[in-house]
């Protein structure tokens, strides 16, 4: 059994969402110990989390800088190897651009910077630094996302004309209506979040979806936003048609006010000799649909599925994966490229689905801006 990978963990303390998903995600396949972490910016919530967790107090360090400045003074074989950047988004770009530039790994959230400038620059220094580089767009770690795409790219489709994506959430409703509410969250705050709340949050993990899934690249876009309230800066409802070149057309809806509904991410999928149906809520369920057959469902950890898809499941069929299997898979993928082992590109999405991402959702914003006009992304 090779040593475990040293993590560091950059935000994700006890107040936050996603915290509990990475460092469960990290454990799942054996290959990952917490060695050091700044899980929040008030020093005695860090040290109190770090308590509760854990994990050992001599390398909780008291701000992101410190961790870089006192790991780097420590010999290779016991410094931290990777960071998992879980902060609110403003802060992905330095710290992520820092710990590459000091010969880190990074595991990032998306979105992975709040401008395409940042994801350029932080795409050179990857290159420069060799660094591996996963961004946790999550819903890809799960089997049958990874059977879609297997199937699709062995031509189970056919051609492909249409794809449709949303993601669809209600969250924002109980905030957005009471003008002191809207104002005090981070993912309504441009400074914190970017430039976008709906198509950075939630649209770019369905765009991610469509070009992880067909293979194809959206190439130019038309964006429509709904921001509820004058003072509002922040889209929270967006519908985006897309345009995949070779007569492939699409849409992308994103919501956070589709009242009821809780993390509604689907895709479906149309070509020439079938579709593919998948929803979040149901990810064991992937319903192929053709025109002269009954619909046929693929499960996950069954022979007949491609070996991507069982290399995510670990137990036999029948016992469900999960949102924490699916992160778990990332981590896995990461940690079978920082040992320099043998992995598949679809084990994790990389710096360059960011780079995507970040256009994508600059894009969205400039297409709204100019009055709901076609916008090219970049090659
Ligand atoms: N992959 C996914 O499906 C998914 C889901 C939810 C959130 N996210 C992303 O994860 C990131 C965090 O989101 P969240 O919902 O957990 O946010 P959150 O507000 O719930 O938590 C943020 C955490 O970062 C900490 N933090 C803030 N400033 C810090 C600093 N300077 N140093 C160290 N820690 C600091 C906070 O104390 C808190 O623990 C965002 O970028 C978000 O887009 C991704």
Redesign the pocket.
């Known amino acids: 059994m090779p040593k475990k990978i040293r993590l560091g963990i ?10 509990v ?1 990475h460092r469960v995600a990290s454990h799942i396949n054996d290959n990952y110990q917490i060695t050091g972490a ?5 020093y005695e ?1 860090n040290v109190a989390f770090a308590k509760e967790i854990d994990i050992p107090l001599n390398r909780v360090y008291k ?2 800088d410190t961790l870089v400045e006192e790991e780097m003074k420590l010999p290779e074989d016991e410094r931290i190897q990777v960071c998992s950047v ?4 403003f ?2 770009f330095p710290m992520a651009k820092k710990l590459l530039d000091n010969g880190f790994h990074v595991i990032c ?3 992975m910077t709040t401008t395409l400038e940042e994801a350029k620059i932080l795409l050179e220094a990857q290159q420069k630094s060799g660094a591996v580089f996963a961004l ?4 890809t770690g799960y089997p049958m996302v990874r059977q879609m795409r297997e199937m699709i790219k062995a031509g189970a489709l056919g051609k492909i004309h249409k794809v449709d994506a949303r993601y669809y959430q209600g969250w924002i409703n109980e905030i957005i209506h009471d003008k002191d509410k809207r104002n005090s969250v ?1 993912r309504l705050d441009p400074k914190k979040a970017g430039i976008s709340s709906c198509m950075g ?1 939630i649209g770019v ?1 369905a765009f991610n979806m469509v070009e992880y899934t067909t293979g194809l690249k959206v190439k130019s876009l038309l964006c429509d936003f709904n921001y509820l309230y004058d003072d509002n800066q922040m889209d929270v409802d967006g519908t985006v048609l897309i345009r995949m070149g070779d007569n492939v057309k699409g849409v992308i809806r994103g919501s956070q006010v589709a009242t009821g509904e809780e993390n509604g991410l689907a895709i479906r999928i149309y070509g020439e000799k079938g579709a593919f149906v998948w929803e979040q809520e149901n990810p064991n369920f992937l319903y192929k649909l053709s025109d002269t057959e009954p619909v046929q469902i693929y499960k996950p950890g069954h022979a007949y599925n491609t070996e991507l898809s069982l290399d995510g499941t670990k137990l036999p069929p029948g016992h469900p994966e999960g949102i924490f299997d699916s992160m778990a898979n990332i981590y896995l993928g990461a940690a079978r490229a920082i040992r320099g082992e043998k992995y598949n590109d679809g084990e994790f999405p990389t710096i360059i689905d960011g780079v995507r991402g970040m256009d994508f959702i600059i894009s969205t914003v400039e297409s709204n801006k100019n009055g709901n006009t076609w916008v090219n992304l970049e090659d």
């Open positions: 950059l935000g994700g303390g006890g107040d936050s969402l996603i915290g998903l700044v899980f929040n910016p008030n919530d701000d992101f879980l902060t609110p988004n802060l992905h959230e998306k979105p946790t767009h999550t819903y981070w949050d993990h």
